[in-house]
């Protein structure tokens, strides 16, 4: 028993590293030159790009309303829906009529009244008259039947106009809609006392068809505006954006722009206007307002992600010949999300790198791959060289294995008889084995493994 422990303690012995020397191949670092780096790559273009100016915004309604009673009375009925859309006229509530027609039929007994007293009047006065006439009374007592005729008429004119008064305010029991727009809740139900002085109203009318939005732009921003609008595009096409920026809520025109700059921000403030006929748009709603300023004809663009910044400012990498990669320092243009303008630096067909920039220097070769198309892998077999990769360093860490696959996969693994592993069967299979997995076998697995008690990650005995 100690014979078969000891001769495999110093097979152990043998085949582990000397102290203080690393593994073979440990001190050697890997040179991005010596095989082609994978990038991902894109053409330079040449189109039409068109210029937008982006802010932040807040949607506002046309007009916003507190519906509220024009007299004081006990609600009597509430005729609307709360998030109802009504019309302007609309009848929404109804405050209990009684006291105010009771009004109006006083004002009508005394207009009566009145008029009855004129009638008298005016009879009166034909018959002074013809009195007058026949020289039987004084002239003096005519001009003073005139007179009162005068304040009859006058007295008619005054209940006429109270009347008038009392019927509106009998129409002012019918509470109507002063806009077309959105209601809101509800702030007083049914039964309670409502008075003209009441702070919140009945409910809030806002008009959301068209609405507004309301935006904040630099003021370095306004000779590109301005200049569009002088040249006569004043309905500038402006464009609300979700809070995320992935869905376009409405599409409107520019309205107008504020007649001062605000000293604190610097920014001038914008009004667009929207149709909203999907009510996509809410009043108050956080926007991100996108606004087309200019069209560039024909420029050169290139993907976003290829421009790089250092020491030299701005650059990419151009793919040349033979797949080797230059740097190109570029003057931006303006950008609008993952398409950026190139006034200077790249032209139209160029090949520039788009992602794996961060393993490239100047003169690096690359091997060029599309977002979707998986990497080749550095050692892995390449077209046209039968794969030199696994059978070196495919990291199976079986040398059977690893020469069929090296030799283009014409050759197949060495067969072993039924029942022992290919590792068992290579006389460098427990070397080999323990390389692959990283831990090298102390005396104790070997010992055990002459028992036929081999721990977990330990490969068979050498037989």
Do not use: C
């Not at 090296?406 to 039924?418: K, N, V």
């Amino acid at each position: 028993m100690l014979a078969v422990i000891g001769g495999a303690y110093a097979i152990w012995h043998a085949r582990a590293p000397a102290p203080g020397t690393a593994p073979p191949g440990a001190g050697r670092r890997f040179d991005p030159n010596v095989k082609p780096a994978p990038v991902a790559v894109a053409k330079v273009k040449s189109q039409d790009f068109n210029v937008y100016l982006n802010a932040l915004g807040t949607v506002t309604p046309r007009a916003s309303v507190a519906v509220r009673s024009r007299v004081d009375g006990q609600l009597a009925k509430v005729l609307f829906k709360e998030g109802e859309t009504v019309k302007a006229g609309q009848v929404l509530a109804e405050i209990d009529p009684r006291t105010f027609e009771v009004q109006v039929s006083q004002a009508q007994g005394q207009l009566a009244k009145d008029r009855a007293l004129l009638a008298n009047a005016k009879v009166d006065l034909d018959r002074y008259k013809t009195l007058l006439a026949q020289d039987s009374i004084a002239s003096q007592q005519v001009d003073t039947q005139a007179s009162l005729v005068r304040q009859y008429e006058a007295s008619i004119a005054s209940d006429q106009a109270a009347v008038d008064s009392a019927k509106l305010q009998l129409s002012f029991t019918r509470i109507t809609a002063p806009i077309s727009g959105r209601l809101g809740l509800r702030q007083v139900d049914v039964g309670n006392m409502i008075h003209t002085s009441d702070a919140n109203g009945l409910v809030l009318l806002t008009q959301v068809q068209p609405i507004d939005v309301v935006f904040a732009l630099p003021e370095t921003n306004l000779p590109a505006i301005e200049r569009r609008r002088k040249a006569g595009d004043t309905a500038m096409p402006v464009d609300a954006l979700s809070r995320d920026q992935t869905r376009k809520l409405a599409t409107g025109t520019l309205l107008t722009i504020d007649n001062t700059i605000d000293t604190t921000t610097g920014t001038v403030k914008l009004k667009a206007a929207f149709d909203n006929a999907d009510g996509a748009l809410f009043p108050n709603q956080f926007v991100n307002v996108r606004m087309l300023v200019d069209t560039l004809q024909d420029v050169t663009v290139v993907p976003s992600s290829a421009i790089q910044r250092g020491t030299q400012g701005n650059f990419v990498y151009v793919v040349g010949a033979e797949n080797v990669v230059k740097l190109a320092v570029v003057r931006l243009g303006p950008t609008d999300g993952e398409t950026t303008v190139i006034d200077k630096g790249v032209s139209p067909g160029d090949v520039v790198v788009v992602d794996g920039v961060d393993r490239l220097r100047e003169g690096q070769a690359v091997e060029t791959v599309t977002r979707d198309t998986t990497v080749t892998q550095t050692g892995a077999p390449r077209a046209g060289k039968g794969g030199e990769g696994r059978g070196k360093g495919g990291g199976n860490g079986r040398d059977g294995a690893g020469k069929a696959a090296g030799a283009g996969g014409s050759a197949s693994a060495p067969s072993t008889p039924p029942g022992i592993s290919p590792t068992a069967a290579s006389p460098q299979g427990v070397g080999a084995a323990a390389d692959a997995q990283g831990r090298p076998h102390t005396p104790a697995d070997a010992a055990a493994a002459s028992k036929g008690n081999a721990p977990a990650n330990a490969p068979p005995p050498v037989r």
